[in-house]
């Protein structure tokens, strides 16, 4: 930027001195002033959520653990019913 040939106003100047060498001295006084700025969080809504999760999980396993449960009983009945056809077969054919 070239102060003597008067392309730029004396305002444009001035915003630009004050911004490259102010403007960072009054944020650090401002941070030493009030701290860091902190983020807000709602942790009581973030507890919840998280409680939440939690029974949700462990309703997801109790069910898979019935799901598991319920599978073998029917391999089990599919087995006894498939027996059952086979005696059924063999008694007809007796017969």
Do not use: C
Not at 20 to 47: C, H, M
Not at 66 to 92: C, I, P, Q, V
């Amino acid at each position: 930027m070239d102060l003597n040939n008067g392309s730029q106003p004396i305002w444009v100047v001035v915003i630009g001195l004050f911004l490259t060498y102010s403007l960072p001295k009054i944020v650090e006084l401002i941070v030493k002033r009030f701290g860091e700025p902190k983020i807000n969080i709602d942790t009581a809504n973030i507890q919840n959520t998280l409680m939440l999760y939690d029974k949700l999980s462990e309703k997801h396993q109790t069910l898979e653990k019935k799901y598991e449960a319920l599978e073998e009983r029917y391999e089990r009945l599919k087995d006894e019913f498939d027996d059952l056809e086979k005696e059924n077969e063999r008694l007809k054919g007796g017969i």
